[in-house]
């Protein structure tokens, strides 16, 4: 970088933090005592200069600064020095790793999709107007199938086990002769390009019913955008992916984010698990619950953080954060409220804030209506949808933030009445004390009462409640169905679905 | 008018102390210190706001089993019952032994309460948004404890509780109440220790004060001590800790956060509190300093008390900082450390400092007493404190129970007001009863317009208000300033919230950046006592000084201090300015506290300049005198049992920030002053809280300089009223009028 442009950096860093006029500064040479004339700065503006400039270059200052005079010239030649340093501590490091031991640069990933695009007899073979299933893959093939695909016009759906592998893209397209330019490189430019674009997220659902939704890769573009203006990740040397961009939560944290900080990301395949190689250098650890275990695997740095998404973070997870936190020096975490069909909503930090409590996106909006039912706004949201009714119990708190109460307390009609599912949980809960349950109604048109209540219960007891006692207490209830199992399944995403539920019930009979 | 029975000689001593810190109370201290212990250490809550360090003394037991009642008061609160509660119980003294006596709370506080701000405020929850101020801690331990005596609350940062407990000395002396109990208490506030970050003062792990590893920690606690007369202590066969001889304290004048570099402010503090004791420096066995760890303050502040003590010799008394034990714990800073020093010496011992393994270059040669408490039962110690805003504070004290003669005191000199002068929608002074420029327009007062020399980039509302009512009181005054003498100048800050728009900017910075983009050039003006600081800078102020918050009495109580010290010749002219700016989170708050009109506050500042017998010019006629000040407790029906007489009162000006407070201190004066000519309400369209003192002391001035022969006004009552209804006045005699001593 060179000198001059540091330079003027530093002296709009100046004028804007320090509050220093343009005609002062332009009687400013870049060689003169700041704590003399013309500016007379003193020590309090000094050190509030040093961590502006240290945010804005994402570098340390302290305490090399001591031995250079306070004058611009010098601290923009500690700055380039710094910068230097960080630059030689990332150099080992490349922008697409994984820990199958797969690597890739920047170019390297560029000039394989220009190959698969110029000659792939496969992609070819694609019809265009047909959404195109991709298998699922290495984290890496993975995004090199979906950008052949969008680059091709074509719409990938992302969530299957099945469908078309990067391999099978590759067949075929290694002939020796140069490929067309089709894209350049992996920056927003060819995410602007791609706008348009929509990539399909097939997802289980809490109630085990698959979904498949659309969104624009302008969109999650501009929720990446969102998110690097609401939380400062330009510190993080590192982003350590323990999910895969299959999902939409991963696509825009391991895909977009990376593309959007030009930070190097190492994606944690679930059969290689691997020590990320950040040395001392701080990384951002992208998370569902479920695999907060792994993170006991990585040599967590001082500095480093946690994003954790797709359920709860939960109360036992918030405590050993905390204890975490004793051992690593300025751990912190984020939690980010949001689903595929909102795309993100808020996000908290870990261990601080109230476990239910979020900071909306600053591009989201929330409203109650006259019921009390959240209504949202946000770019983020499915294509073609101007709000969004959520299922969720919300408080609009008087500082603009929100705090989730949970689910809404679903109703279902049974016997033509409408009956109360927290009810009929709170009438189990006293067969089963504190023991994690789960209750389902499902509904059956072939039933005349309208369907079946199904319980789950998670405990290593296999003795059922008397059965006159459980239709003492559901009197006006449906007696519901009780499986006990030792414990509940989590899918992908740390969550547990009906489907599971279900499968591994009937695996157990 | 008679200002009752003062008695210089009244020997101020203490009977006991508590303390709530993070290495114990009254049971558990001098064992923490015996053994070597340090409160200073790694926090879990810290950790989290990604600073360089998350180390700190934090009273995290305490905190966890007073966690309930913590919705309801700030944890300053909190500490110092507990504290005042153990000094109580170590005096000897119950409550009921409380009940008959005057009972005076001089309370230190510096940024308590900024946490349940941020939580009130975004609860949109007006009690948790009543605790913040500082006063309020003080309120709470006043009403807590039901004391029938004055409530006074220092905020001059680390130096507040130093200076509580010399003005309980003055209070005892003046005979203006039985029994004091002084020190101060501070929760330490995330943003706090954001800020301390964001000046890059705060040591990785544990401080060690001298040491080659710089750098602060910071703490909380409370601690207090309980002062009376020698004489009434030994009526009732009480335990003598130490006897306060001497008190002072000094303006650096110098710069926002970093001492003099000489450690010349400290040096004037510490000699005038020796001279207040009739001692020499090398009579001083041992000094507990501030020591706080970080470069700027050790050496410079060892300079200072050894020039203090022994002139350019070597200093030979023992010295030492308590900060390893306690942290930093700003506002209970200087009453902890004293405590440590009596904890120590009722064993026969001296506080060290702990980690000092390599003596930093400027702090050898001095007798540092290092990692275990030294055998020494000492006759005479001091103690000493710095602040932000470059005030220092010194105690000397006389260890154990032999109470000594005191010296002498010289004779009282007569304390006069000059001049005055007001900024608030426009600006008046005395020199002229009018506007002296044309009605401030919307952007309020700049100074940077009418006085460019004056200011400096960045100046907060509050300080180009304070500086600019200072100004024109001082040009008004016509008093010499060329020659002006600055270490004979003192000045006296009152402000309810200090700079509210700048700590309001903080607030935001910490809720939308976080902890580590607390802004350094913001954090500094957060302080209560920043203005007082920027003011002594821009006047050259390098003498006494001290800074009050209450909700409405800080102006006079501001004056009561200058009043005592150029009473005394400490200073020979003084500054007393009270002020307030306004913004969204001050109207907030003083919604919150159900003033009236809270909606109507604008930023305004009230200067008053006062000169005793030495410092008036013999062409200047002063505008009155100033004969006593006081305090009634309307609270509840109490009343002080020996007020001071105010049947020769020809006229009272009372202002309060509430209408129904105001008509009941009305017909109580009324009843109190048989013969004034009228009880008049200070008359001000908008809410003014700090200054509504020094307002009604300026309409008070008016109307005696607008007598008519018929009706002379000679004797003029100044009285404001606060939130808690306690009133402060003082009585103004016309200078043709006043008796000549």
Known sequence: MRHQQVVAQIRVLMQHSLEIEVSELAELDNQADLLGAPLFLDSIDMLQLIADCERHYCIKLYPQRHTLRNCVADLATLIISQLGQTQVAQQHLHRFMASDGSHYDEAGLVELLNRVLSFSPELARLSKTEEVQVAQQNAIALMLTVFSLLLSGRTPVLGGNDGLSWQQLCAGTDNGEPATPHCTGLDASLMHRLGNARVGFLTSGSTGKPNLFFKSLHSMWSEAEGICQSLDLSGYALINALISPQHMYGFIWTWLIPIRLNKPVFYQDAQYIDATPCGELSMLNILVPSVWDLLAHENLTPGSAVISSGAPFGARREAEFATLQKTVPQLSGVEVLGSTETGGIGFRTIAQDCIATFTLFSEVRLRLDDQGTAILHSPYLLSDHPEFVMMDRIALLSDGRIRHLGRKDKVFKYKGKRLSLEEAKQRLQVFFGTAPLKLFFVEDDNDKRGGQLLAFVETQSQQHPCEQALRDAFRDYPVPNIALLPSFPLNQMGKTTLSSLLEVTHAKQ | ?741
Not at chain 2, 87 to 115: I, M, P, W
Not at chain 2, 183 to 190: K, M
Not at chain 2, 365 to 392: C, K, M, P
Not at chain 2, 495 to 518: F, M, P
Request: proline fraction near 3%; aromatic fraction near 6%.
């Open chain 2, 1 to 741: 008018m008679q200002s009752n029975n003062h008695n210089d000689n009244a020997m101020a001593v203490i009977t006991g102390y508590g303390l709530e810190s993070a290495i114990g109370n009254n049971q558990t201290l001098f064992a923490s210190m015996a053994a070597g212990h340090s409160g200073v250490r790694a926090q879990a809550d810290f950790a989290q706001l990604q600073l360089e360090s998350h180390h700190a003394a934090l009273l995290n037991e305490f905190r966890t089993s007073h966690k309930a009642r913590s919705d309801q008061f700030d944890f300053a609160t909190l500490f110092a019952i507990s504290a005042v509660e153990q000094a109580l119980a170590d005096a000897g003294l119950s409550l009921e032994q409380l009940a008959d006596k005057r009972v005076a709370l001089c309370f230190g506080n510096a940024n308590s309460g900024t946490d349940i701000l941020l939580e009130g405020m975004a609860q949109q929850d007006n009690e948790k948004i009543k605790q913040y101020p500082a006063y309020r801690q003080a309120a709470n331990v006043h009403s807590h404890f039901n004391l029938n005596g004055p409530l006074f609350c220092f905020t001059s940062a680390c130096t507040a509780s130093s200076s509580a407990i010399s003005f309980g000395r003055e209070l005892l002396r003046d005979n203006k109440a039985d029994i004091v109990l002084a020190g101060g208490s501070d929760s330490l506030a995330r943003l706090v220790y954001a800020g301390f970050h964001s000046l890059r003062s705060v040591s990785a792990g544990v401080c060690s004060p001298y040491g080659v590893d710089t750098g602060l920690s910071l703490g909380e606690g409370a601690g207090f001590v309980v002062m009376e007369t020698a004489e009434a202590a030994q009526q009732r066969a009480a335990n003598i800790l130490a006897q306060l001889r001497g008190s002072g304290s000094s303006l650096d004048a110098y710069h926002a956060t970093a001492p003099e570099p000489e450690g010349r402010g400290v040096s004037r503090s510490l000699s005038m509190a020796l001279a207040d004791a009739g001692v020499s420096g090398t009579q001083i066995n041992y000094v507990n300093s501030h020591g706080t760890g970080t470069p700027a303050n050790d050496g410079a502040e060892l300079q200072g008390i050894r020039r203090a003590l022994n002139g350019e010799q070597p200093m030979t008394a023992k010295v030492s900082s308590s900060k390893s034990y306690f942290g930093h714990a700003l506002g209970a800073a200087g009453a902890l450390e004293l405590i440590s020093v009596l904890a120590a010496q009722r064993h026969g011992y001296l506080p060290a400092t702990l980690g000092v393994n390599d003596v930093r270059e400027d702090c050898q040669g001095y007798a540092l007493i290092r990692e275990r408490l030294a055998e020494h039962q000492v006759d005479w110690f001091a103690s000493t404190n710095s602040a932000f805003g470059g005030h220092n504070t010194s105690l000397v004290l006389a260890s154990g129970e032999v109470v000594l003669t005191p010296k002498k005191p010289a004779p009282h000199q007569r304390v006069f007001i000059a001049a005055h002068a007001r900024i608030d929608s426009q600006i008046r002074t005395a020199a002229d009863k009018t506007a002296i420029s044309a009605k401030l327009d919307e952007a309020g007062f700049s100074l940077k317009a009418h006085f460019p020399a004056l200011y400096r980039r960045r100046m907060s509302c509050l300080s180009q208000y304070a500086i600019g009512a200072a100004e024109f009181a001082l040009a008004a005054s016509g008093l010499e300033r060329e020659t002006n003498d600055p270490t004979r100048c003192g000045g006296y800050f009152a402000t309810a919230l200090g700079c509210s728009e700048v700590q309001e900017r903080n607030y935001d910075d910490l809720a939308k950046l976080g902890a580590n983009n607390i802004k350094s050039t913001l954090f500094t003006d957060t302080v209560l006592n920043a203005s007082l600081g920027s003011l002594a800078i821009a006047h050259s102020i390098r003498g006494t000084a001290a800074n009050f918050s209450d909700c409405g009495n800080e102006g006079l109580q501001a004056l009561w201090q200058a009043f005592y010290d150029l009473r005394a010749d400490r200073v020979e002219r003084a500054l007393v300015v009270a002020g307030e700016d306004s913004s969204n989170s001050s109207k907030q708050i003083w919604q919150a506290q159900a003033v009236d009109a809270a909606d109507t506050q604008q930023a305004n500042a009230a200067a008053l300049v006062m000169v005793n017998e030495s410092g008036l010019a013999t062409n200047t006629q002063p505008l009155a005198e100033v004969v006593t000040c006081f305090t009634i407790s309307t609270a509840q029906g109490k009343q002080l049992p020996e007020m001071v007489s105010l049947e020769e009162v020809d006229h009272v000006v009372v202002a309060a920030t509430r209408q129904h407070e105001l008509q009941h201190a009305q017909h109580l004066l009324s009843e109190l002053c048989p013969q004034a000519q009228s009880v008049t309400p200070l008359v001000d369209n908008h809410l003014c809280i700090a200054s509504q003192g020094l307002k009604a002391l300026i309409q008070g001035l008016d109307e005696m300089s607008s007598q008519t022969s018929e009706a002379p006004l000679c004797r003029v009552l100044v009285v404001s009223v606060n939130a808690e209804q306690i009133m402060h006045g003082c009585v103004l005699h016309s200078v043709a009028s006043a008796p000549r001593s």
